[in-house]
């Protein structure tokens, strides 16, 4: 269910072994993720990239933007990113 007003898709969790790493896994999954949230109409994903990970969501299209909300309990470095989604008719 969608809250009323909200246009993002928000990423929260996305995880793969260390042994599967290196294998496209990680971007099939999200691809898997980005085509539901485009059909679903949402505008943009978004996430907060932390630890190593900025690299890997630039990769990905990601970009740094701005948000009015605290990412002090991510940690040092966190980053929130985002992504805006084809518009599916």
Known sequence: QRLAGNDEFYLHDLAVSRQARGKGI???????ALAFAADEGFEHAGLVAVQDAPAFWRKQGFQPASTRKSLTEYGEGATYMRLPLPQRG
Not at 26 to 32: E, I, S, V
Request: glycine share 14%; aromatic share 0%; charged share 15%.
């Open 26 to 32: 990680g971007q099939r999954l999200l691809a898997t």
